[in-house]
């Protein structure tokens, strides 16, 4: 079946250690890939997308991601944790038309101090 | 503030009683979504709109629900009849009009959260 997959429920990091959030696709073709960031009782606000050309992806908010299609994966790094980024992460394909756009179940990231 | 707005945020009703909510998209783009996010989950897709005609609507959208946007602006989402399996947050986002060579990013608005008692 098709299907985004995070396998990381909860994922706790110390401030200012790196992060890692991963990502997996169930589908034939590539999609149209995408991470976004919602904080509680906001909406949700994209950090990056992959379309095609350069696998490694910046975006917003110091984020990037690389996908592997050997893997089909689409996983979000970042160098160095702040406790603003606590917030729960949400990756993303689009298979066509931006008309399709199927989401994982998240991954809820918690701050240590 | 141009952003993706829905009114309203939050709202409480009981079980069988109808609900509307409203979403007004960014000015310039003539796509629509609505989704719906249970706790735990990410958003399911529901239905999407270009312009006012609805396009695709999915299998979660139940008779009891019912989607306009009557003139390719705001949205309204109605829900009759409500269940207590209908308690979620509803998301609404916009688009401008996609196609493998645009920007395909969908900007979404804070949604509404929907209890029902």
């Known amino acids: 079946a098709q299907s985004v997959t995070q396998p990381d429920i909860h994922i706790t990091v110390s401030e200012g250690a790196s992060l890692e959030l991963r990502c997996n696709y169930s589908y034939g073709a590539t999609p149209y890939l995408f991470w976004y960031v919602q904080s509680p009782g906001q909406g949700l606000q994209l950090l990056l997308k992959?379309?095609?050309?350069?696998?490694l992806v910046q975006g917003i908010k110091g984020f990037e991601a690389e996908f592997k299609r050997s893997q089909s994966s689409f996983n979000l790094r970042k160098p160095s944790v702040h406790w603003s980024d606590a917030a729960e992460y949400f990756c993303?394909?689009?298979?066509?038309?931006?008309?399709?756009?199927?989401f994982g179940a998240g991954t809820r990231l918690t701050v240590k101090p | 503030d141009t952003g993706v707005s829905q009114d309203p945020r939050h709202k409480i009703t009981k079980r069988g009683q109808n609900v509307t909510f409203r979403c007004d998209p960014i000015s310039e783009h003539n796509r629509l979504y609505w989704y719906r996010q249970t706790l735990g989950q990410g958003p399911e897709f529901l239905t999407y709109?270009?312009?006012?005609?609805?396009?695709?609507k999915s299998r979660l959208l139940s008779d009891r629900f019912s989607a306009e946007r009557p003139k390719g602006s705001f949205s309204t989402l109605e829900i009759q009849r409500t269940e207590q399996g209908d308690s979620a947050m509803y998301l609404c986002?916009?688009?401008?009009?996609?196609?493998?060579?645009?920007?395909?990013?969908?900007?979404f608005g804070p949604g509404t959260r929907l209890t029902v008692l």
């Open positions: 986002a916009s688009s401008p009009k996609g196609g493998r060579a645009l920007s395909n990013e969908q900007f």
């Open positions: 709109f270009q312009n006012e005609a609805q396009l695709e």
């Open positions: 992959y379309f095609s050309g350069d696998t």
């Open positions: 993303a394909v689009d298979l066509y038309n931006n008309n399709d756009m199927r």
